[in-house]
């Protein structure tokens, strides 16, 4: 054996012996981020979590600001008028969270919904929906809400410099509707008269002033393109329709999208391919009972017909996550039908053609878990906040081995 040759063993063996040193162990941990026993929290749900640049996690959710009685509990008082954002943050390096505090509240209207990001600048963003019409009107009366905090690297609530309200009024929902209407009535088991119905009051909806500016609630993070435009991925509860809200100047002016062409299509959550494409999951009620798919080749601004995907869903809140090392990962309630009370997490190699592997989160008969945030700490594990049972937020940080070891 030459020296060269010799070398170049050496070399490729150390490479693998360091390839090998750097596979993780499974990792796995979990905790409730407060006591639903203790503070003024009431019916809690729909949390975002994000990691901070200086390591410290941040997490948001909606809550009721007065404890519940159980009857009313167990009505869900998610619209009622003292419904408030709560939040909570953990220290990096931390071994458990501080008390929870305020992170937002309208007096006498509800706030639900909100969801966080940091931009390339470093700056937070939360956005949320304030619901004006509560309790006749609720989701169809949210009013769209974002602000922005260069000064949260500390406890409690940050310090905003800039708040505002954004008014989506898409073109083309009267197009897309008229589109799944067609479609819905070929099928031989719809009956003709509540079709009509329907249509009816849709167009009544169409022709009132409001109702395709209010209406518009986001759920899972904002996005943040390689070219720094934020997204905003957002549904219309008054005609089911989604589209985005785009930004390329920090807020100053903002694009709407094309509403994605098929109506039934709630909460998109955004991944982003190395080529520019980008794919959105959604949230559904079709009775195929399966995540549902669009691609855009622009940036976000038109979206492809819909498809299916392979994974199961009972028409709960979804969200997905491209990995940096190209690997998505879905975390949903993986079944058909509910109750829901299986949360997993599924991971693809294949841009989401196949999910080869899917752990559970939580599977416990005749509870609830859902409403999943997911995100990509630096150290590369996988941190995802999720509503327990309605009465606090369950947090579990692990890593992909994690997932992988349960095949």
């Not at 639903?36 to 019916?43: E, T, V």
């Not at 260069?150 to 008014?167: A, F, M, N, Q, T």
Request: with cysteine; glycine share 8%; hydrophobic share 35%.
């Amino acid at each position: 054996m030459t020296y060269r040759t010799g070398a170049l063993l050496f070399a490729w063996t150390m490479i693998g012996l360091c390839h090998h040193s750097l596979a993780a162990d499974p990792l796995y941990e979990a905790e409730v981020i407060f006591d639903p026993a203790s503070g003024n929290h009431g019916h809690v749900h729909a949390s975002c979590i994000v990691e901070c640049p200086n390591g410290d996690l941040r997490v948001v959710w909606y809550e009721n600001g007065t404890p519940l009685p159980e009857p009313a509990f167990n009505k869900q008082k998610d619209k009622s008028d003292d419904v408030r954002i709560g939040g909570a943050r953990k220290p990096a390096g931390a071994t458990s969270w501080e008390p929870a505090f305020v992170m937002a509240d309208s007096f006498g209207v509800a706030d639900n919904n909100p969801c966080m990001v940091i931009d390339k600048s470093g700056q937070l963003w939360l956005f949320r929906a304030t619901l004006l019409g509560v309790p006749d009107w609720s989701w169809g009366s949210s009013l769209l809400r974002y602000q922005i905090s260069s000064d949260y690297l500390k406890p409690g609530r940050p310090i905003w410099r800039k708040e505002d309200i954004l008014i989506p009024h898409p073109l083309g929902i009267n197009t897309v509707l008229d589109t799944s209407f067609a479609a819905i009535e070929k099928q031989s088991d719809r009956n003709p008269a509540q079709l009509e119905k329907i249509r009816n009051r849709t167009k009544e909806l169409l022709n009132q002033p409001l109702t395709s500016r209010l209406g518009w609630m986001p759920r899972v993070h904002p996005f943040i393109l390689s070219d720094g435009t934020l997204i905003v991925p957002l549904s219309n509860e008054n005609f089911n329709v989604a589209a985005m809200a785009l930004t390329h100047d920090g807020g100053e002016t903002w694009t709407l999208s094309n509403p994605v062409p098929e109506a039934g299509l709630t909460q998109p959550t955004l991944v982003e391919f190395p080529d520019g494409k980008l794919s959105a999951f959604f949230r559904n009620g079709d009775s195929a009972r399966r995540i549902k798919r669009s691609d855009s080749l622009d940036g976000g601004i038109t979206w492809s017909d819909v498809t299916l995907t392979t994974l199961p869903h009972l028409g709960s809140g979804i969200e997905a996550l491209r990995l940096r090392n190209g690997h998505l990962v879905m975390v949903y309630n993986n079944k058909e039908r509910d109750p829901r009370d299986r949360l997993a997490v599924s991971i693809s190699t294949d841009d989401g053609q196949t999910w080869p592997w899917t752990r559970h989160l939580e599977n416990i008969p005749d509870t609830r878990f859902d409403y999943p945030s997911v995100i990509q700490a630096i150290d590369g594990s996988l941190h995802v906040t999720y509503s327990d049972n309605l009465k606090t937020i369950k947090h579990a940080h692990f890593n992909e081995e994690w997932i992988q070891a349960a095949q």
